[in-house]
């Protein structure tokens, strides 16, 4: 068997003074109703995928564009879901192109890399010159709290913003030196990236207020130890995370994102009606 393969193309235009949605799409993966939880000009979405999870041979494919000064924000319902394989990969893959004053919110709920997987989970955004991006990916190996630990399986990671930002990495199950080395991920079974970035370089009164609030925001988390931000390229900040468990990171994270959200755009952190299920 091949698996299932499911493809949407969701896109986003500025109609009106209102960010509109409208998406394309074959086999189980789809859109939600548009909602506007702040008003018209940025438009809330929830991805969804029915059968929840991937095993392998699956292959979800994903196509984002964001028109011209349109504003969108989208999540999923849950946790995506990487199945035991027998051996063919499941992949995950997301294209964004963010035009000229056009912003887009990629923000999906944890990926579970469950024991014997193999998976691919890679997005790809392009900016505009006038573009802005906020994403991030949290990934989970194994359930801990399940005592179903990651001991066999391949978790392969791509993100990338064209041009200006590059991050690959493989977790081998059998890696031991990478899982627990105090120089790897030191025991920890959950890693969390928050991005911001911008189709031209950040002022740098813009740059300093991210940094101190994000200080300040680390120093009063439990994670601080096992936190930390960085400025790869001047076009790009990034913050990066350790826990042992999805729930903390995702608490940074999102305290985190409503942050830059108001010192970057000056907007609220309206979180997405799904995030409080």
Not at 140 to 158: D, I, K, M, S, V
Not at 224 to 233: D, V
């Amino acid at each position: 068997m091949s698996g299932w393969h499911a493809s949407l193309a969701l896109r986003y235009a500025c109609e009106a003074q209102r960010s509109v949605a409208r998406f394309v799409h074959d086999g189980p993966l789809r859109i939600l109703q548009s909602l506007y939880p702040e008003g018209d000009a940025v438009c809330h979405n929830v991805l969804v995928h029915p059968p929840s999870g991937l095993v392998g041979g699956d292959t979800l494919d994903i196509q984002v564009d964001v028109a011209e000064g349109a504003h969108g924000l989208v999540t999923t319902p849950g946790a995506t879901r990487f199945y035991r394989s027998e051996g063919l990969t499941a992949t995950q893959q997301v294209h964004a192109n963010i035009g000229p004053n056009g912003r887009l919110e990629w923000l999906p709920l944890e990926g579970l890399a469950y024991n014997g997987c193999q998976a691919l989970n890679k997005a790809v955004f392009t900016l505009a010159s006038t573009a802005q991006l906020l994403a991030w990916d949290i990934t989970a190996l194994g359930l801990p709290t399940a005592q179903l630990p990651f001991l066999q399986g391949r978790f392969e990671q791509h993100l990338e913003i064209q041009g200006l930002w590059l991050d690959r990495g493989c977790i081998d199950a059998q890696d031991q030196r990478l899982l627990n080395s105090p120089l790897g991920l030191n025991g920890q079974r959950c890693m969390a990236t928050l991005v911001l970035a911008s189709g031209s370089p950040f002022s740098t009164a813009t740059k300093e207020r991210v940094v101190q609030q994000t200080l300040a925001r680390l120093h009063a988390h439990a994670l601080r130890p096992s936190a930390g931000l960085t400025s790869p390229h001047p076009q790009v900040m990034v913050l990066r995370v350790l826990s042992p468990l999805v729930e903390p990171a995702m608490d940074l994270l999102r305290q985190t994102w409503s942050d830059w959200r108001h010192s970057v755009w000056g907007l609220q952190g309206t979180a997405p009606r799904t995030w409080a299920l």
